[in-house]
């Protein structure tokens, strides 16, 4: 069971400003042709049933999800997200991870 709402990780989702990226997810989801709109999609498209574990890094928790998702190339990417819910006077979703799955 993940740590943190879907449905709150959802809603945060909506608005691209509120989803920052980790140096790698942000290198990583360059790479691979994703813009931030396109990261906000994905987390919105996250299920339950994507769901892989929830990892804790001395006291930094963050759930780990795998998805399959259409790339800009039209074939199908199965990508890890890995996130975490902040608050930093407002919610935002801090992206730890954003990679093909490996």
Known sequence: MPFY?????????QDKDRIFLSRLAQRDSSNLGYNIKDIAKC????KDSNFINTQ??????????RINTKSITGYFDELYIKLKLTSDN?????VGSFHLSR
């Open 90 to 94: 407002k919610v935002i979703i801090s």
């Open 5 to 13: 709402s879907l449905e709150t990780i959802h809603d945060v989702a």
């Open 56 to 65: 804790n890094y001395n006291g930094i928790i963050m759930d780990a999800y």
């Open 43 to 46: 987390i919105r498209e996250l």
